[in-house]
């Protein structure tokens, strides 16, 4: 398995090894994945064409870091103002996202399961105070996704570097904000020694998919319970990865604050309108340029969604708004 990360990194690194580790667990020892941390045997953002071109047999990555090979493929990882972990890996699994991702995938030779989340990310550390939209004109700032596309249009410099590159190049001046994953990874990797102003609450990763993908021609290999035994340990690590980060980013932000002096902002309502604005916009365009199967999956996917937002605010929402207005319970 080759990886986007660097190898047992918090999080990602950790949740690849540890779905190896499920696998070979659950099938006792009749498959057995080695993992290898970005830039081992590949570089971080060519995990797809090794395991297209027989390099390695799987993967653990995510999508939109293959966009070039087919914009559509952003859809299972994150969309701004799109969908959460619980409503992607809802879609993913009961709602035809899995039948879309393996038509847009088996031109490419690659079966993919998602398999790790992060919940919602962090909009990103920023040099300065972001106090308007004029305040982002100019800035480098690393990012990736569709969010790079809604920054480029307000006037910010994007730079796509893998991850084991972001500290190195903020510390540089290379670039003058940066966007990662959240408090959790981002206390790990040492941003907060780099500037105090920390962003929190934006629109542009609401989840983060990353994927089990596997060379089409090794899955079709397999037999039928030792293919059940990797959607199950898929399935499991998914659940484990995105409530440890939930639980390790509520740690690590009271280690921020209390610790470091990190300042927590949230965007002014102006720069949000802007951004959530470009979501729409360049979520259109995926849609609008997108071959059949993109077109399809898109439809897909927004159709999910706004069934999920009327259900959710009620259900989740509503009650989170409740728990919020009435401040829950208190302790001691």
């Known amino acids: 398995m080759v990886t986007s990360w660097p190898k047992n990194s918090p999080g990602v690194g950790t949740s690849a090894a540890r779905l190896a580790e499920r696998i070979e667990a659950m099938s006792a020892g009749r498959l057995v994945i080695k993992v290898f941390g970005a830039g081992e045997l590949v570089p971080a953002f060519g995990t797809f064409d090794a395991v297209q071109q027989g390099a390695a047999e799987c993967y653990h990555s995510p999508s939109y870091y293959f966009a070039g090979k087919n914009p559509g493929l952003t859809l299972f990882t994150s969309i701004p103002l799109g969908m ?7 879609w993913w699994l009961h709602a035809g996202g899995e039948a879309f991702q393996d038509e847009m995938t088996k031109p490419f030779g690659i079966k993919a399961i998602p398999c790790t989340n992060t919940g919602v990310q962090a909009a990103g550390w920023f040099s300065k105070e972001i106090k308007s939209v004029e305040d982002l004109k100019g800035l480098k700032m690393r990012t990736a996704g569709l969010n790079a596309e809604i920054l480029r249009r307000i006037g910010v410099n994007v730079i796509t570097l893998p991850p084991g590159e972001i500290f190195q190049a903020m510390q540089s001046g290379t670039v003058d904000a940066a966007e990662w994953i959240g408090p959790w990874n981002d206390l790990a990797f040492g941003l907060h020694r780099l500037t105090k ?76 309108q802007a951004m959530a604005d470009g979501a729409r916009a360049v979520a259109l365009e995926l849609r609008d340029r997108g071959d059949d199967v993109t077109k399809r999956a898109w439809q897909s996917y927004f159709t999910y969604l706004q069934q999920a937002r009327a259900y959710g605010s009620n259900a989740e929402g509503g009650y989170l708004a409740l728990r919020a207005k009435f401040d829950g319970i208190p302790v001691g």
């Open 84 to 90: 959460t972990a619980w409503e992607a890996h809802g």
């Open 197 to 272: 102003n920390y962003y929190v609450a934006g629109v542009n990763e609401p989840c983060a998919v990353a994927e089990l993908g596997m060379s089409q021609a090794r899955w079709n290999e397999l037999p039928d319970d030792l293919k059940a035994i990797v959607r199950s340990a898929c399935g499991a690590e998914y659940e484990a990865a995105f409530t440890e980060y939930f639980t390790r980013n509520t740690e690590a932000m009271e280690v921020l604050k209390s610790e470091h002096g990190v300042q927590v902002r949230a965007f002014p309502d102006e720069v949000q």
